[in-house]
């Protein structure tokens, strides 16, 4: 919250409904990607234990630092 709060001073008012609405984009294909991974982690290891996939824990939280750095970038390539 405080980094969203901290790149929101680099827009004017009329620009923040975009940013804000854009970090909640980048955040919903974040989350669609990460759960993506960990049904794909499950499915492998379900069916394929032979193969050894990567550990996604699902509990461990999303990193949404990135998702506010994407939205951040697009919304200033796009105002600036």
Known sequence: MKF?????LWF???QLGAFIMTVLICGGVLGSIYLALCLLH??????LPWLRVPEVKANAG???GVATAVGFALVSLRFM
């Open 62 to 64: 999303m990193p949404y």
């Open 42 to 47: 499950l499915l492998c290891k379900k069916h």
């Open 4 to 8: 969203i709060a901290a790149l929101a």
């Open 12 to 14: 004017l008012p009329q």
